[in-house]
């Protein structure tokens, strides 16, 4: 099973509340928790794009760097760990997004690939005045589809003449072609994103679910091996996993329940009113999905808290759910959570026997 680390490019990573550990984004934090990943064997470091905070009393995620430019720094100090950046469609044109895609692989020796992020917040695109309307929500992955066309084309033969509903090539070129194939990872959730990820990407992430219970993504990984099959590509899913750990059960549940009491109520209310933006209310898996109860607190991520031993076996259960390609790891702290992971838990983990 693959691990990969979500680096924290934006402030206090996945908790909005005043009592987890608060800090800000600096390359200098996002170097030293990915070199502690690539040291400890992990497969791949990810980071997102967010172009507008949550507000409230801890800032959520007023502060972020941008994806690309910090993988690029991230790729000329690192060596072995594949590196992921993220591009939000509406604000980077396809042509440019590949050749900073182009640029990375080369700084990286081809160890780099790109996130699809299709938008699923109006007010990171509005601030710019590039929010296309509420038919984005409809539209959204039949553009992220024309988009990774039209990067693929490039990549593969240098030129594209595509002609589609949203993007239209003339004669338009790119040069270098890159050292190794560039993978496209996507985090759909809803169905359409799930089948454009099954038509277009080597990985689909999915939002983990339950705290302690990781079995309870067994039916999204399904969806995805169900996807996939349809389409005859392969198409990985991964696990979006918080880490809460200690030496004790007991110490770990502390640390949970002490996050929860600073819970950042307002910044939970903004992410929410942006969720009910997208009116396909039929979705399951979404922002409304994050910030309803058991813990909007950290976006309703899967949450695997406890011990070391504890959190090693939870992590083997998640080897075990069929069709699960590997986790995406998110931490309260992510340098003490590094080396929890690769001193203690991974030691003790069956399904990383070979690291
Ligand atoms: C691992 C992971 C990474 C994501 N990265 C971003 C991101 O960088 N920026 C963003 O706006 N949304 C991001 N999202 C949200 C997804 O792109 C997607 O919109 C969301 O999972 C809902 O799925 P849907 O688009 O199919 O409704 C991410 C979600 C996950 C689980």
């Not at 997102?48 to 409230?56: A, Q, R, T």
Request: negative net charge; hydrophobic residues 45%; charged residues 20%.
């Amino acid at each position: 099973m693959d691990i990969g680390v979500f680096i924290p490019i934006a402030n206090n990573g996945w908790i909005m509340s005043a009592t987890s550990p608060q800090y800000m984004p600096t390359f200098d934090l996002n170097k030293e928790i990915t070199l502690k990943a690539e040291k400890y064997g992990l497969d791949f470091a990810l980071s997102m794009i967010k172009l507008h905070g949550f507000g409230g009393k801890t800032e959520f995620w007023d502060y972020a760097m941008e994806s690309f430019t910090l993988m690029a720094g991230l790729a000329a100090v690192t060596e072995r760990i594949k590196l992921y950046a993220s591009v939000p469609v509406l604000a980077i044109p396809a042509p440019i997004a590949a050749r900073m895609a182009v640029t990375v692989d080369s700084i990286s020796h081809g160890r780099f690939g790109i996130n699809i992020v299709s938008g699923w917040q109006k007010a990171e695109y509005d601030q710019m005045n590039i929010w296309p309307g509420q038919e984005h929500f409809l539209n959204r992955y039949e553009f992220c589809a024309e988009y990774v066309t039209v990067m693929k084309e490039l990549w593969e033969t240098g030129q594209s003449d595509f002609k589609g509903r949203f993007l239209t090539m003339n004669d338009c070129r790119l040069l270098p072609k890159p050292e190794a194939k560039i993978d496209i990872v996507c985090a759909g959730q809803s169905q359409t994103g799930v089948d454009f990820a099954a038509a277009h990407a080597d990985y689909n992430f999915c939002f983990g679910m339950g705290l302690n219970e990781p079995k309870k993504c067994a039916e999204a990984v399904q969806r995805n091996v169900d996807a996939a099959k349809k389409t005859g590509r392969k198409c990985g899913a991964l696990l979006l996993f918080m880490i809460i750990a200690a030496e004790t059960d007991e110490a770990a549940w502390a640390k949970w329940e002490h996050y929860k009491e600073g819970a950042d109520i307002d910044a939970i209310a903004w992410m929410n009113s942006q969720g009910e933006a997208d009116t396909r209310k039929s979705i399951d898996v979404s922002a409304i999905y994050m910030s309803r109860p058991p813990s909007a607190m950290n976006l309703n991520i899967g949450t695997l808290v406890g011990s070391y031993v504890t959190v090693a076996r939870l992590m083997d259960e998640i080897d075990e759910i069929e069709g699960a390609a590997g986790v995406l790891l998110t931490f309260d702290d992510f340098l003490e959570g590094m080396d929890a992971f690769g001193q203690h838990i991974q030691p003790l983990m069956k399904s990383r026997a070979h690291v």
